[in-house]
């Protein structure tokens, strides 16, 4: 079976890090794309006239459509493919699950991505002002994100027994987290989840480490 995706990546963007579970968990096949962002390989016209925001992750269907924003892809690839669902069936658990899954997509990785931090770097700020700007956004954003956890009961994953959207968000925001050395210790519903979602291979085998292009 050829692979009807192909997916335009780098192995340690936490937002292809979704995709790839996203795929993962609907047991789909790709073909992967290694852009090198460190290297800026994201803004040479090649990737550019592909993905005009020049970012990862991007897409392609076995049709030729290219697809942006990880959150559309992946609700793209759940409606394609509805089984495993990624979503609960009732609409307070859905609205429950994408506030799960925004309040890290749109609140604490938008702030944290390379090219925010090569911003600073680029306004005079050192590797210590660096480090405190990445924690302060994550604590802002998981506290929120434990809390709501904790009140709704949450089961083995954040919504109920079977991961879904916002257990793909969570895991690859917690590895980044990890790569800076911030303090997971307050957050024991989060920790609990992550470790329910890398004990499964979907997860496991989407790993940064996992992927050919890691250095
Ligand atoms: N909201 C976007 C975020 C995409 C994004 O920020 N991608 C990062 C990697 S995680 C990127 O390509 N960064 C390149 C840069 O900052 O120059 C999504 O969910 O797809």
Wanted: aromatic fraction near 8%; hydrophobic fraction near 45%; proline fraction near 8%.
């Amino acid at each position: 079976l050829s692979p009807s995706y192909r997916l335009f990546g780098y192995f340690r963007s936490s937002a292809a890090f979704r995709v790839r579970i996203a795929l993962n968990l609907k047991g789909l096949k790709v073909d992967h794309v290694s852009v090198n962002l460190p290297a800026g390989l994201q803004h040479q016209d090649g990737f550019r006239s592909l993905s005009p925001q020049a970012l990862v992750p991007l897409l392609e269907t076995a049709g030729g459509d290219r697809l942006v924003q990880s959150m559309a892809i992946i609700e793209y690839l759940d409606e394609m493919h509805p089984k495993p669902a990624f979503l609960p069936a009732d609409p307070l658990g859905r609205a429950f699950v994408r506030g799960l899954a925004q309040m890290i997509a749109c609140e604490i990785h938008p702030l944290n991505n390379l090219r925010v931090l090569n911003k600073l770097r680029e306004l005079g700020q050192n590797e210590d002002g660096i480090t405190a700007w990445y924690h302060h956004w994550l604590q802002a954003g998981l506290g929120p994100v434990e809390t709501r956890l904790v009140a709704a009961n949450a089961g083995t994953f954040c919504a109920g027994e079977s991961p879904g959207l916002a257990d793909i968000f969570l895991v690859p925001q917690v590895t980044n987290a990890e790569r800076y050395r911030f303090d997971l210790g307050p957050y024991p519903t989060i920790r609990r989840i992550v470790a329910a979602c890398r004990a499964l291979p979907a997860f496991a085998e989407a790993a940064p480490e996992k992927q050919p292009d890691a250095a």
